[in-house]
């Protein structure tokens, strides 16, 4: 993947922090242990996850202090998972618009990549995990048919690689014809 085959990744990584700060506004504090579709969290665990995630990648831009995107079994923060959701995607978004940033290469779990390329991956993620929300809270979990279809096109080359990381789990077949949020979600391990 190079960085001439992505989409403006600013761009993509806004529409999906909106899309998931809408989907945790739909979330009530009676749903905290509902199970999701990404079987070993529940939803708090899945909130958590998201907020941590922001940290990490956040601090893959600054190079600031490490956050553990997977360290899950913690209370949510005292200020609620909106507002932290939404603090952290403003870091996030805040680094990636520093003059020159999305081109600068940096040295990350995935390998050196510029910046522009890693924000796919929260863009992925966070995509992936809307989906996971609004399954677990009862709510409309129908993504964006544009950003699935590129988010499928980004990874599916990849898929087989990040498959031993545990970032997608086995591989879900899904009909031919099948829209590209089906698509994603079979790619990903999700049954859609």
């Given at each position: 993947?190079?960085?001439?085959?992505?989409?403006?990744?600013?761009?993509?990584?806004?529409?999906?922090?909106?899309?998931?700060?809408?989907?945790?506004?739909?979330?009530?504090?009676?749903?905290?242990?509902?199970?999701?579709?990404?079987t070993e969290w529940n939803v708090q665990a899945l909130?958590?996850?998201?907020?941590?995630?922001?940290?990490?990648?956040h601090r893959l831009l600054t190079a600031g202090p490490?956050?553990?995107?997977?360290e899950l079994s913690g209370p949510l923060p005292p200020?609620?998972?909106?507002?932290?959701?939404?603090?952290?995607?403003?870091?996030?978004?805040?680094?990636?618009?520093?003059?020159?940033?999305?081109?600068?290469?940096?040295?990350?779990?995935?390998?050196?990549?510029?910046?522009?390329?890693?924000?796919?991956?929260?863009?992925?993620?966070?995509?992936?995990?809307?989906?996971?929300?609004?399954?677990?809270?009862?709510?409309?979990?129908?993504?964006?048919?544009?950003?699935?279809?590129?988010?499928?096109?980004?990874?599916?080359?990849?898929?087989?690689?990040?498959?031993?990381?545990?970032?997608?789990?086995?591989?879900?077949?899904?009909?031919?014809?099948?829209?590209?949020?089906?698509?994603?979600?079979?790619?990903?391990?999700?049954?859609?």
């Amino acid at each position: 993947m190079t960085q001439q085959q992505i989409p403006n990744p600013i761009e993509l990584y806004e529409a999906v922090s909106q899309g998931f700060a809408q989907a945790i506004r739909g979330v009530d504090a009676g749903q905290m242990s509902n199970a999701t579709p990404c079987t070993e969290w529940n939803v708090q665990a899945l909130l958590n996850h998201n907020i941590n995630v922001a940290g990490t990648f956040h601090r893959l831009l600054t190079a600031g202090p490490q956050v553990e995107a997977l360290e899950l079994s913690g209370p949510l923060p005292p200020e609620g998972p909106l507002a932290a959701f939404e603090a952290g995607a403003a870091r996030v978004l805040e680094a990636a618009k520093s003059p020159g940033k999305l081109e600068e290469e940096l040295d990350t779990p995935f390998g050196r990549m510029p910046a522009g390329q890693l924000l796919m991956f929260p863009f992925m993620d966070l995509l992936l995990h809307r989906w996971d929300l609004t399954s677990g809270t009862t709510q409309t979990n129908t993504m964006d048919s544009g950003l699935a279809e590129v988010c499928f096109n980004i990874f599916e080359p990849m898929a087989d690689g990040l498959r031993p990381r545990g970032i997608f789990g086995a591989a879900v077949t899904v009909p031919s014809g099948s829209n590209f949020q089906d698509k994603l979600l079979g790619l990903t391990g999700r049954n859609p």
